[in-house]
């Protein structure tokens, strides 16, 4: 059984391990540009992009159990995006300006100095939700492919769709 491994074989514990370290360091990159995408390269596309990779990573070790997301499924997460990121546009036009218009906010904080923030943030994350969200759906889906080939090539009955 290839437990939705898109490769079959053996496991490698030096490929498990090489993803299990590298797979939340890579998550904290996807942040990084999720964040900084205002001012420089990145944004919510690119990080999620980038949080998709080390979901595929794990696929490719562990299978779909692996690069499964835990707590949420790949469809919530795609609807949470699109949610804040259509609310950010309502947002926007709400307080009288364009719809997906971005908006300034900025404030003194004690401690930290000036805080700014903007209205695109929101939409960033809601776009960066969609992606992960997405990539999520084509592991599963490569998955359940990779476990219907072996369930084939195991019993040729299924070819004949079962009549055998």
Same mark, same amino acid.
């Given at each position: 059984?290839?437990?939705?491994? %898109? ?5 490698? %514990? ?26 420089? %390269? =990145? +944004? +919510? ?27 949420? =499924?790949?469809?919530?997460?795609? +609807? ?9 546009? /309502? ?17 003194? /904080?004690?401690?930290?100095?000036? /805080? ?5 943030? %929101?939409?960033?994350?809601? /776009? ?14 490569? +998955? ?21």
């Amino acid at each position: 059984m290839t437990d939705g491994r %898109p490769f079959g074989g053996d496991r490698s %514990p030096i490929l498990d391990e090489s993803i299990r370290l590298a797979f939340h360091t890579v998550l904290v990159l996807s942040v990084y540009l999720l964040f900084v995408g205002h001012n420089a %390269p =990145g +944004g +919510g596309f690119s990080g999620g992009l980038v949080a998709g990779a080390a979901i595929f990573l794990r696929f490719i070790a562990g299978g779909r159990a692996a690069g499964a997301l835990p707590g949420l =499924g790949y469809e919530a997460l795609c +609807g949470l995006g699109l949610l804040i990121s259509s609310v950010t546009g /309502v947002a926007a036009l709400a307080g009288g300006l364009g719809f997906l218009e971005s908006w300034v906010f900025e404030r003194e /904080v004690p401690v930290l100095g000036v /805080v700014k923030f903007t209205g695109t943030l %929101p939409f960033d994350i809601g /776009v960066y939700l969609v992606v992960v969200g997405l990539i999520a759906a084509i592991v599963d889906s490569l +998955g359940r492919e990779a476990d219907t080939s072996e369930t084939h090539a195991l019993d040729p009955s299924h070819d004949q769709g079962g009549s055998r």
